[in-house]
């Protein structure tokens, strides 16, 4: 190993402690490789145990030039939360996020504070006793995904009421235009001055409900539902880097690095039903959607497809998952 690369190792070490800081092959298998594809090489894989240690990991690798790839429960699908391919010209850094896990709850849990390696999980849970849920419950993203990584990938659009993960509030750091790192505050809560300062209060929740600001800045989408009833539109209602979806944290898929994000909670509602419509023709699906779109009073509140391979795949196979989930609950996982 080049001289120059020890020292960013021994650098980070200092930060995270030895066990937290990953240099071997084997070792950091699990995060250099993405959940469908993507990987490759990392100079070493950090699991800092505290905003502040983010913060001080990111000034090393700026400092010294280093790719840093932001990652949290790495089950994303696009390839963005691990290393893609040997042919970078840096080495990168993985900063996995997940040690990282507290969740605030502000004006009586209708707003929430996720900190960079919470899971919707556990927001779940918390949110239960209030009458509340997240924007994704499980089911509509993956298990074990944390919150942040929605926003970053602006992920959900199955979620007909609730449209894709979106916030314009977050705490985040990015490298401006001198190279120079610099933390954004847009949390709508004073938190102080200085990056450690900030960070420390948020990570402490050292603030007072006096220092939360009402704002007007959505803290979700909420105009998916009129996008999608507009059947006749000539373009689709979701796809990737729309603009009207890239704000701060939101859509920006690891091009900053997140700390936290405040979010919208929603009432959870009083009965749930599902109805599964099965068909052989393509068409039928396509006539209900437009039929559900445009006369339906209320919408259902998510919507998602199973293609015929997979409904006989899981007429076979797996359904030990589903007993388990269905008799245990969620609540036993690993999150
Ligand atoms: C089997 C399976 C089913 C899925 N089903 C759905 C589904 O139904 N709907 C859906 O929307 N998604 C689905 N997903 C995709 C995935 O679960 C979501 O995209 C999820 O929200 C990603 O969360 P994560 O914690 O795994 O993030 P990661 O995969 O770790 O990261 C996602 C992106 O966010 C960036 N990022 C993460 N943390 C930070 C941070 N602190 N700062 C800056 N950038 C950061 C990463 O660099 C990456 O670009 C599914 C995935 C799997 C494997």
């Known amino acids: 190993m080049i001289e120059t690369h020890k020292k960013i190792i021994q650098d980070l070490r200092q930060i995270t402690g030895n066990k937290n800081l990953l240099t071997k092959q084997w070792n950091k298998q699990t995060y250099s490789k993405g959940w469908r594809y993507g990987s490759g090489e990392a100079l070493a894989v950090a699991s800092p145990g505290s905003l502040l240690e983010i913060w001080k990991l990111l000034e090393v690798c700026v400092l010294n030039d280093v790719i840093v790839l932001m990652q949290a429960a790495n089950t994303g699908l696009t390839g963005g939360s691990t290393p893609y391919g040997n042919d970078y010209d840096r080495p990168i850094v993985i900063i996995n ?21 919470s899971t919707l999980f556990d927001l779940e849970k918390k949110l239960l006793p209030l009458g509340r ?9 993956s298990i074990g995904a944390s919150i942040i990584g929605g926003i970053c990938n602006n992920s959900g659009g199955s979620l007909i009421q609730r449209g894709p993960a979106y916030s314009e509030m977050a705490l985040y750091a990015k490298v401006n235009e001198n190279g120079r790192l610099e933390l954004i505050n847009d949390l709508g809560i004073h938190l102080g001055k200085t990056p450690e300062e900030i960070l420390e209060n948020l990570q402490l929740k050292n603030y007072k409900t006096s220092d939360v600001i009402n704002t007007k800045k959505r803290a979700s989408d909420d105009g998916y539902i009129d996008i999608l009833r507009n059947i006749n539109s000539n373009t689709p209602s979701r796809f990737n880097s729309d603009p009207r979806l890239l704000y701060g944290a939101s859509g920006s898929a690891g091009k900053i690095a997140v700390f ?14 599902i109805f599964y419509l099965g068909s052989n023709e393509a068409d039928v699906f396509w006539q209900i959607r437009r039929d559900i779109l445009s006369s339906f009073k209320s919408l259902p509140t998510s919507g998602d497809y199973l293609h015929r391979d997979c409904y006989d795949a899981a007429k076979k196979y797996s359904k030990d998952t589903f007993i388990v989930l269905d008799k245990l609950g969620t609540n036993f996982l690993p999150t």
Do not use: C, F, W
């Open 260 to 273: 936290a994000v405040r979010l919208d909670s929603y009432e959870k509602p009083k009965k749930n039903k």
């Open 97 to 117: 996020t997940m040690r990282i896990k507290d969740i605030h709850l502000i004006d009586h849990g209708k707003q929430i504070i996720g900190l960079a390696g």
């Open 133 to 141: 849920e997240p924007h994704s419950v499980i089911g509509s993203t």
